[in-house]
């Protein structure tokens, strides 16, 4: 039986099934500096979330001749906090929970759009300081305009599904999809990711964090996007991140804000997290989240069943089916 770590928290129940399984489980978050003075070599595996960063030196420290940490469990989708190059040196194995968030975090990718163009969270602040804003807050509809999906996963097709019921079409760009699926989803796949841009108002985010899309959202970008839909309607440009942080350039956000080039933002990830106060999240045109895109009960418990199984194959020897190295 294996002795795990859960650092950012798991549903009880999977905490529970784990225990009867037989496994120790302990819940506790380290710091960096504790983590890279090796505390991880007293456990046989970890499951984390997005706040614990392992690293190479981290992972570095975490194996010995009698063992140590041989696998990591990343509950949700991103793995750009797990150095999984280094994972493999170290002969350790990454997984994560693909499927089971994915619901949670296409409802709140539409519920940022339908949100931002319809100004809803603005309305609601300004009724709670007696204000009735009736007259200049004025929106737009999804309908009749065009929707980029910059990365065209499992997310993006569920948000790809509900955007197109409500009459948006539909435009995405993933170089690893092919060309198939796009058509089989009624979108437009662009052979590059400038050409959504040019063809899109509204642009939704779905890639992963890497060096390649490290800002990938930037003011060179956000004057790309036409300012009127296909139905000749004056919408503006509309941009949307659910993702990971560091894809949009926040600088550049906020300064497209200021200038009326970009007339909304609505983020649920941020380069640094928490982010603080700063001045693109006080801004009017900007509505965010506390990275709470998997933060219903339901994906926490789809998540919790699954790592649980994740965990089971690989003390049974057996390879776990979301496998990542």
């Given amino acids: 039986m294996g002795n795990i770590l859960v650092t950012d928290g798991m549903a009880e129940s999977a905490i529970m099934?784990?225990?009867k399984l037989g496994h120790k489980v302990t819940e506790k978050y380290f710091q960096p500096e504790e983590l890279e003075d090796g505390v991880l070599v007293n456990y046989d595996a970890i499951v984390v979330?997005?706040?614990?960063?392992?690293?190479?030196?981290?992972?570095?420290v975490s194996k010995n001749i009698s063992g140590g940490l041989g696998f990591i469990g990343r509950g949700g989708v991103g793995v750009d906090n797990i150095d999984i190059k280094a994972a493999s040196k170290f002969d350790m194995i990454v997984c994560n929970?693909?499927?089971?968030?994915?619901?949670?975090?296409?409802?709140?990718?539409?519920?940022?759009?339908?949100?931002?163009?319809?100004?809803?969270?603005?309305?609601?602040?300004?009724?709670?300081?007696?204000?009735?804003t009736k007259k200049t807050l004025r929106g737009t509809e999804l309908s009749g305009k065009n929707l980029g999906l910059i990365g065209f996963g499992r997310i993006a097709q569920g948000v790809a599904q509900i955007?197109?019921?409500?009459?948006?079409?539909?435009?995405?760009?993933?170089?690893?999809?092919?060309?198939?699926?796009?058509?089989?989803k009624n979108c437009t796949?662009?052979?590059?990711?400038?050409?959504?841009?040019?063809?899109?108002?509204?642009?939704?985010?779905h890639c992963n964090y890497s060096d390649e899309t490290h800002h990938l959202v930037n003011s060179s970008r956000i004057m790309m996007m036409p300012l009127r839909g296909d139905d000749g309607v004056n919408c503006g440009r509309h941009i949307v991140n659910c993702a990971r942080g560091g894809i949009l350039n926040e600088?550049?956000?906020?300064?497209?804000?200021?200038?009326?080039?970009?007339?909304?933002?609505s983020m649920d990830v941020f380069e640094k997290e928490p982010p603080g106060l700063i001045d693109?999240?006080?801004?009017?045109?900007?509505?965010?989240?506390?990275?709470?895109?998997a933060a219903t009960m339901e994906a926490q418990m789809r998540i919790g069943k699954e790592m649980v199984t994740l965990l089971d194959d690989y003390f049974n020897g057996k390879v776990p089916?979301?496998?990542?190295?």
């Fill in 321 to 325: 089916h979301s496998k990542l190295n």
């Fill in 189 to 205: 796949l662009h052979e590059n990711v400038d050409d959504v841009f040019k063809n899109c108002t509204h642009i939704s985010i």
């Fill in 163 to 184: 955007a197109e019921a409500l009459g948006m079409n539909l435009h995405c760009y993933d170089p690893y999809l092919p060309k198939e699926i796009a058509k089989e």
């Fill in 17 to 19: 099934d784990l225990r």
């Fill in 280 to 293: 693109l999240i006080n801004h009017e045109n900007f509505q965010g989240t506390p990275h709470i895109g």
């Fill in 251 to 265: 600088d550049d956000i906020l300064k497209s804000l200021n200038n009326g080039e970009l007339s909304t933002v």
């Fill in 97 to 132: 929970t693909p499927q089971s968030s994915t619901q949670s975090v296409v409802e709140i990718t539409i519920g940022h759009l339908l949100s931002s163009v319809r100004y809803i969270s603005k309305g609601s602040s300004d009724l709670k300081i007696g204000k009735w």
């Fill in 49 to 60: 979330r997005s706040a614990t960063k392992l690293n190479e030196k981290i992972l570095s």
